[in-house]
């Protein structure tokens, strides 16, 4: 449990790093305060080459996804740090604290897909939505993006859960197995 809301805390200070950065001009603040982050992660793994093999897959999908969205023209970033057709370097952080949260604080969302489809449908836009409140992007396209990223996200979200399993560093001991396993089926 103590390792849980170690990660819920890391992954919102992270997360709040990076888009405040963004927001107010220094952009490499997040990424920077992120290494802690996600060494500590590897660092606390059972198996650290599988953690980090989960994050890059993670990184390398939701880059892919947000560059697609910043290519088509429905979301922007502030430009002065970067150029504009590229996705900035904070947001491909935010995608390895998010990797970080899949084995760890997410693991209960294992096994159940339709509430991952639904986390994801509902938690991705809420993301972005928060971030361009914040002042680190802009939906240009509101109702297109919103769309994409709802569909995207409740796609990934149940997709990156099952990626988890296959590169799962955080394994539970037996007790906590079965434990979650017990909990699945009520």
């Not at 198996?47 to 890059?56: E, G, R, Y």
Request: glycine share 8%; charged share 10%; proline share 5%.
């Amino acid at each position: 449990m103590r390792n849980t809301l170690i990660n819920i805390a890391a992954f919102q200070a992270g997360w709040f790093a990076c888009v405040l950065g963004a927001a107010n001009g220094i952009p490499w603040l997040g990424p920077l305060l992120a290494l802690p982050v996600l060494a500590w992660h590897l660092l606390h793994a059972s198996a650290p080459a599988s953690a980090l093999k989960l994050l890059l897959v993670a990184v390398v999908a939701g880059t892919l996804f947000d560059q697609l969205l910043l290519s088509l023209g429905w979301i922007q970033y502030p430009a002065a740090y970067w150029p504009s057709w590229l996705l900035p370097f904070w947001m491909t952080t935010l995608w390895a604290l998010f990797a970080s949260t899949l084995n760890v604080s997410l693991r209960w969302l294992r096994g159940r897909t339709l509430l991952a489809v639904t986390f994801g449908l509902i938690g991705g836009p809420l993301a972005y939505l928060a971030g361009q409140a914040l002042g680190a992007l802009v939906l240009t396209q509101e109702t297109s993006a919103l769309l994409a990223l709802a569909i995207g996200w409740g796609v990934m979200m149940p997709v990156l859960l099952r990626i988890a399993c296959v590169f799962d560093g955080h394994k539970l001991d037996n007790a906590d197995t079965n434990r979650q396993k017990a909990t699945q089926h009520v």
